[in-house]
């Protein structure tokens, strides 16, 4: 489908939406996590009145916003990338008014907020698609995803850390009895290592090269030297906190729950251990010997969690299937 397509289809699935209604209480929502590296849907029933979501369906597509963010030499989305993604966006729509959706919101993330076109973009989207997309602190992005990884736990919320990793930030957040978060913000994530690993490990041209891999023992040292030096940068209280045996370690994200999670071969748990030997296992692949549409960041994402649980002296972490998609879907301002 070609951009001028992919707008007409846009255009009526406007049209279509505009004539659907909700039924009773519960009214059937599409949200759409615009990620740096990927794109989420999330369809679920909500009735705010009783406080219930009801997943129905998710599914996710590689669009890789922050890569082509770092290629770019005046900081802005290219044409083709943000073709790329109103293509899927348009996809997801089509799929969730099949499915009955009658409301439709999102918000973007890293890219979109370093992006200087990234606010442009967001508003044509809801111009276009009728999708309202609003760009969120990475502070927001941070107090949503522990919300939403908390709420079910039954571990006092100043007992527990989220690490949510992204594919252009990173954030690790904890809360003390009085309610007040302290939030570790990092821009070393997903795709920013493996970008940095492509230009500044290997010297290779990052407008040419849009993956690391095959990633040689040596390059693999000289990344977790770069990992480490970012993780020193926790401020004290969360090192202490994640240093504790009595706390509870959450990873939320596609990171912790696909990738690591997935090539662990790990069921709701992954531990250091665990990490190491599939690290050892994947240096010197290509991407077709990983496989998948995320396989030039799945290396590099050992790395980056490796390097992190090493220095920050973490052996076990909870994996959660859940991100900002599932407290937002419940967010009174996103949907007026």
């Excluded at 071969?265 to 995320?294: P, S």
């Amino acid at each position: 489908m070609n951009i001028r397509s992919c707008l007409i289809v846009c255009l009526l699935l406007v049209i279509v939406s505009c004539g659907m209604a909700q039924k009773g209480d519960v009214i059937r929502r599409a949200f759409f996590d615009i990620g740096s590296g990927s794109t989420k849907l999330v369809l679920a029933d909500v009735n705010a009145k009783a406080n219930v979501v009801t997943i129905l369906h998710e599914e996710s597509d590689a669009v890789a916003y922050k890569l082509d963010l770092d290629k770019s030499r005046d900081n802005r989305f290219s044409q083709e990338i943000q073709n790329q993604g109103l293509m899927v966006l348009a996809r997801m729509k089509s799929a969730a008014l099949q499915k009955g959706a009658v409301q439709f919101a999102g918000v973007a993330t890293a890219a979109f907020r370093s992006a200087t076109n990234g606010a442009e973009f967001a508003e044509f989207i809801g111009k276009t698609l009728g999708i309202k997309v609003t760009i969120i602190s990475q502070k927001e992005e941070a107090t949503l995803g522990f919300l939403a990884a908390t709420y079910d736990e039954s571990a006092k919320p100043e007992d527990i850390v989220v690490w949510d990793i992204g594919g252009g930030s990173m954030q690790i957040v904890s809360q003390d009895a009085t309610g007040n978060y302290e939030i570790y913000y990092g821009k070393v994530a997903s795709v920013s290592l493996a970008n940095y690993i492509i230009e500044k490990i290997k010297g290779q041209d990052l407008t040419k090269i849009s993956s690391p891999n095959p990633i040689s023992e040596s390059d693999s040292q000289n990344a977790l030297k770069y990992v480490n030096e970012e993780a020193n940068r926790l401020p004290q209280g969360l090192r202490e906190k994640l240093q504790n045996p009595a706390t509870l370690i959450l990873g939320i994200g596609g990171v912790h729950y696909y990738s690591i999670r997935y090539q662990v071969k790990a069921g709701k748990e992954y531990t250091l251990d665990m990490v190491n030997k599939t690290l050892a296992q994947q240096i010197g692949k290509t991407d077709q010997q990983i496989g998948g549409q995320y396989s030039s960041t799945e290396v590099s994402n050992l790395i980056l969690v490796k390097g992190f649980m090493e220095t920050l002296g973490i052996n076990k972490i909870k994996v959660k299937k859940t991100n900002i998609a599932h407290g937002m879907l419940m967010f009174p301002t996103l949907w007026k």
